[in-house]
Nanobody, 119 residues
Framework: QVQVVESGGGLVKPGGSLRLSCAGS????????VHWYRQAPGKQRELVAS???????NYSSSVRGRFAISRNYTENTAYLLMHSLKDEDTATYYC?????????????WGQGTQVTVSS
């Protein structure tokens, strides 16, 4: 059973920082692309940031310059470092790991971690 576990969410004031972690139990975790999504109440799930197996990173325009995605190959873990947090960053953040092979796609989700930005 593959497990993807997020941690690090919490309550933070506007302008503050948080670091989210995503740990995956899948074999060959480092071959997976890691995506961070978020979903606020009443809104669609939004792709926030991605990092692939060769460390290529992509960010949504709403977080570029404030968030940084990274991964640690020895720990099978990925991170989302969030700075200059705003009220509108409040959401449940989900980690998704995905590996596309020739004939199949491996796709796993975590349960989410809540981030609340409020004064």
């Amino acid at each position: 059973q593959v497990q993807v576990v997020e941690s690090g969410g919490g309550l933070v004031k506007p302008g503050g920082s948080l670091r989210l972690s995503c740990a995956g139990s899948v074999r060959d975790f480092n071959a997976y692309t890691v995506h961070w999504y978020r979903q606020a109440p009443g809104k669609q799930r939004e792709l926030v940031a991605s990092i692939d197996a060769v460390m290529e990173r992509n960010y949504s325009s709403s977080v570029r310059g404030r968030f940084a995605i990274s991964r640690n190959y020895t720990e099978n873990t990925a991170y989302l470092l969030m700075h200059s947090l705003k009220d509108e960053d409040t959401a449940t953040y989900y980690c998704n790991i995905r590996r596309v092979l020739v004939h199949e796609t491996h796709d796993y989700w975590g349960q989410g971690t809540q981030v609340t930005v409020s004064s």
